[in-house]
């Protein structure tokens, strides 16, 4: 139940911040949409000496943790896909340096959500202590993100508040 509760909130932040990953997102489609350029990317990568294991793969919108594993991925590969917009003219959906910082920071909020979720999911179950310690740090780090000057984290900050305390305010 709280694995489903967590789901809620981070769903209600990602509707907001939709804008700000679509051009990865896009990227990844892109760099996905065949073997050829598959390819061309492992290539890019080998080329690069980026070490890292892996694959690119594309989200499902309405599973947020796939979106937060589709932006550690390609972040990790942000330097493939700048080296590969030089050598393709037909990539035109390379995301501008701020919309990789978006990215970075989004990445980086979700984080939390992600561990707690594995936590909450985990098949020993956690004892409440564990449980009403990680909802308070949940809590206390949306708190934070409302002191960001970054206005698209604060807007996510917001819709995620609300659907916190419409479950966990008491």
């Known amino acids: 139940c709280a694995a489903h509760i967590l789901n809620l ?3 209600d932040g990602l509707s907001v911040i939709g804008e700000s990953i679509e051009k990865v997102r896009d990227s990844v489609i892109f760099w996905t949409a065949s073997t050829k350029k598959r390819q061309k990317f492992e290539e890019t990568t080998q080329q690069l000496h980026v070490k890292c294991q892996k694959e690119l793969v594309l989200d499902c919108k309405t599973r947020w943790n796939s979106t937060y594993m589709m932006l550690s991925t390609a972040l990790v590969y942000k330097d493939v896909f ?12 390379m995301p501008s340096e701020e919309e990789w910082e978006i990215a970075k920071e989004i990445c980086g909020k979700l984080e939390l959500f992600h561990s707690v979720t594995e936590l909450f999911s985990n098949t020993s179950s956690p004892t409440s202590n564990t449980y009403f310690s990680k909802i308070c740090e949940i809590k206390i ?3 934070d993100w409302y002191k ?3 206005e698209v984290i604060r807007s996510m900050a917001y819709r995620m508040f609300e659907k916190f305390d419409a479950y966990w305010d008491v």
């Open 9 to 11: 909130i981070v769903q």
């Open 82 to 93: 700048f080296r590969l917009k030089q050598r393709d003219s037909s990539y035109n959906c």
């Open 141 to 143: 780090t949306l708190g």
């Open 148 to 150: 960001t000057s970054n």
